[in-house]
């Protein structure tokens, strides 16, 4: 996909401010200032109590992870729960090295694996913001040893950087096998990459899982930026989010703080040689902590929701929203919610990081790790400002019961998500349409309509139909508040004697935006 999709486009409908905000294409050309609306209302939390029910279960929760440890056979595993900006659930249990008995802290570092991709997507978008490539750019630009790269068909779209970073590049799934390429010199991986990569699928439409594509982009952040990629990133991302406990040679790690990584076989943990850093580094090679890691995840979170507020953090709240938005979405339709039930999911892939909304409409966005010796996973729920991580030293054992947990944060304790307020003129044509039918009476005289509205369904009739509403549902008792489902759209009830009267309307395009659509609904009272 050639152009970036987009969560949410707000149109402002009331005055604007200009201001000086500087905006670049995808190659980096500035174009002119934008005028910004002052009336806009992010969405926001309704009577917030998430810090209050999560440390109210706490105990809960450390048992749900000792179970599980002791359940999978995980010697060690470290977690936590950030709301927002803090981490206010940090724990552990078990140990970070069987052999030494040494107990996992929440300063344990554990190597995260695949967990590293959306670090290495950064840099990229990072090096796009700042206009020093271009996501459309071919792979072959800044990695010429893909020259003996042969396409499937002659009809195949060239790779470029976007497909490395959406895996849509055509790569066969390489696990297990690109775990064991992380040591990998930079040297031999071009040696590799120069005979030329074997391909699984037609590039550019479908997506396959690769460790190999990352590791391109990794070698890119290197070409472009001048600096090795490990120290790029470290420079970049790491230090500016205060993470100085995050590493990628496991021989720089203080030793009592290194978790050792295990595999289970013949009713025993058999300890798994570490991998030192190398090329394939930036596809799963950072070693991190929940402390560190802690500090990455309210990073994501801070860019929920779009706002008018000082850019704070290695790159722009608009490129990490950017990273959350899927791309080449699947219908999971055999998925299963947290009671085991039907509950079918819309999945995709956006820059190092995988999203999905499931049937209940929670959005999800989330990556896995998993190398000899290590699992790890982490999720976070941007319109909730939840994130979830543990890491564990088994292999490719995730440490996290995610089931048990989802159902307890969204159904037991029933956390909710931000709310949008009304912008102010959904409460205007709000009172406007209260006031044409107001005193029992329909009148449609007043100048608040599109032109289309009476030329889609004549007065006469709207009139007709809205007064035998009217008429049903006898005199007005309560006028609800309006629920907005965006800046110009929205619905809202009035209660009546005999019912309820259900408004819904959504506005033009237009400066001066008027009514192009409404439509009025009655349901009797049960009783």
Known sequence: MK????????????????????????NGKKIEKISISNTYKKPQFINDHRLKKIKAIIPELQQIFDEHATNERIPGIAYGIVIDDSLVLGSTTGVSQIENKIPVSTNTSFRIASMTKSFTAMAII???????LSLSDPVI??????????????????????????????????NPWGDRQLALSTKAFLEVVSKGLSLSKVSSYQYEYSNT??????????????????????????????????????????????????????????????????????????????????KYVSFHLAAWPARSEEEKGPIKRSSLREMHTPKYNFLNSW??????????????????????????????????????????????????????????NLTYKTPIPYDKLEKILFERLDLQSRKLPASDILEQKKEEIINLISNGKVSLD????????????????RIKEFQKILDKAGAIKNIQNIVPRNQLRGDFTIQCVNGNIKVFFTLTPEKAAMIQKLDISFKLNED
């Open 446 to 461: 007043k100048n608040i309509f599109a032109e289309n509205f009476f030329m889609d369904i004549s007065k006469e009739r």
């Open 126 to 132: 990072k090096l796009r913001d700042e206009g020093r």
């Open 335 to 392: 998925d299963r919610d947290w009671n085991n039930e039907p509950c079918a999911s819309m999945i995709g892939y956006g820059y190092g990081l995988g999203i999905s909304i499931d049937c209940k409409r929670i959005v999800r966005v989330s990556h896995g790790g998993a190398l000899p010796g290590f699992g790890s996973n982490y999720a976070f729920f941007p319109e909730y400002g939840i994130g979830i991580m543990a890491f564990g």
């Open 3 to 26: 152009n970036i999709l987009i969560f949410f486009l707000v149109v402002g409908a009331a005055s604007l401010i200009s201001c000086n905000n500087e905006l670049k294409t995808d």
């Open 213 to 294: 594509g990352y590791a391109l982009l990794g070698h890119i952040v290197t070409r472009v930026s001048g600096t090795p990629y490990q120290e790029y990133i470290k420079e970049n991302i790491l230090d500016p989010l205060g993470m100085k406990n995050t590493y990628w040679e496991y021989a720089n790690v203080p030793k009592e703080q290194l978790a050792s990584g295990y595999r289970w076989e013949d009713g025993k943990w058999k300890k798994e040689p570490l991998l030192h850093d190398g090329a394939y580094g930036a596809m799963g090679g950072l070693l991190t902590s929940i402390e560190d890691f802690s």
């Open 141 to 174: 630009n800044y990695i010429p040893e893909m020259e003996n790269l042969e396409y499937l068909t002659e009809d195949s779209p060239i790779i470029n950087i976007e497909n490395l970073l959406t895996m849509t590049a055509g790569f066969p799934e390489d």
